[in-house]
């Protein structure tokens, strides 16, 4: 599996994640969260370079990047598609390995589908950060049927009718 290869691979080129407890693991988190806190273009552009690391590996299970130059075009371009998009972390765990399993909520109001409703998902990141506390490895886990595909113009439908139907 991909994601799994990826991870083995940034394990070895980035083996000293900030220690547990320390002000660098402390600090990491507070950017990861910050950065999804109020997701606009203008945001992306100043915070990505602090966030995410040169060499990242990124899957939203809608995408999959490689490199901070790809993951900022694709993440100004989906919040240029968005009216507002907010997320809440809810629990933070850090793994054996040193890595972080957040748990988060995210509310999302689009532009050109559903508009003026927001609509609200939750999902997990797995994450790796490096020795400065960027992020090289970002896993989501989310439903994007809910959070996405059931808001678009007749491939919602197709979704809402094939869960009724289970």
């Known amino acids: 599996m991909e994601t799994l290869s990826e991870l083995e691979r940034i394990r070895s080129r980035h083996p000293a994640p900030p220690i ?4 660098g693991e402390a600090d990491a988190i507070a950017r990861f969260a910050a950065f999804f806190q109020s997701f606009s273009p203008d945001r992306i552009e100043r915070l990505v370079p602090d966030t995410y690391a040169e060499d990242v590996y990124f899957n939203d299970t809608l995408k999959t990047l490689r490199g901070r130059a790809a993951l900022q ?8 598609a968005v009216e507002d998009c907010r997320v809440q972390l809810l629990e933070t765990t850090r793994t054996a390995e040193g890595e972080h399993l957040i748990r988060w909520r ?11 409703i927001d609509t609200e ?16 490895y970002q896993q ?19 979704i809402r ?6």
Do not use: C, Q
């Not at 547990?20 to 002000?23: D, R």
């Not at 998902?121 to 090289?136: I, W």
């Open 106 to 116: 995210m509310s999302i109001r689009f532009k050109r589908f559903r508009r003026g």
């Open 121 to 136: 998902t939750v999902g997990l990141s797995h994450l790796r950060f490096d020795a400065e506390g960027r992020v090289v």
């Open 161 to 166: 009718l094939i869960k009724r139907r289970l």
């Open 73 to 80: 075009h694709y993440l100004r371009d989906s919040a240029e």
């Open 140 to 158: 989501d886990y989310w439903n994007a049927a809910d959070g996405l595909y059931e808001h678009i113009p007749v491939l919602g439908g197709l």
């Open 20 to 23: 547990a407890g320390s002000p």
